[in-house]
């Protein structure tokens, strides 16, 4: 995450008064590098990071460590079906969603469904089972 991004996200929540929400700088790129326990969260939501990811499989691994049984991993990407716009990657560095899909079945997780994600997005639903 860009640090600019986390001084957003943190100036909202102070502004809305959401005072339990705790920040984590992590190295996704590394097994354990988000440093949270075994099983200890319900939900993992991924937004436009594994198109960038060279690691997709070792992020994805470090979701599945992270959640507990029945856990959901909310994965949203840029649509490379859809069509080039001002905002976003180019089309070509996009992750196509057969290949979203793909890989986070391979790291163990079973895929529940697809959600709107607006008009640039696709969003997928898995569970940690």
């Given amino acids: ?58 992020i ?17 990407e840029w649509d490379a079906s859809g069509p080039d716009a001002v905002l976003g990657p180019p089309r070509e560095s996009r992750m196509k969603k057969e290949t979203g899909r793909a890989v986070a079945l391979q790291a163990g997780f079973e895929y529940d469904r697809e959600f709107s994600a607006g008009s640039h997005h696709y969003g997928l639903l898995f569970v940690k089972k």
């Fill in 1 to 58: 995450m860009q640090d600019a991004a986390l001084d957003a996200i943190r100036s909202k929540a102070a502004f809305e008064h959401l005072l339990n929400i705790e920040y984590i700088r992590a190295d996704l790129d590394n097994p354990g590098g988000s440093h949270l326990t075994d099983r200890f969260i319900d939900l993992v939501v991924m937004a436009n990071v594994l198109f960038q990811a060279e690691h997709k499989d070792i």
């Fill in 60 to 76: 994805l691994h470090e979701a599945r460590r992270i959640l507990r049984e029945g856990g959901r991993l909310a994965m949203i």
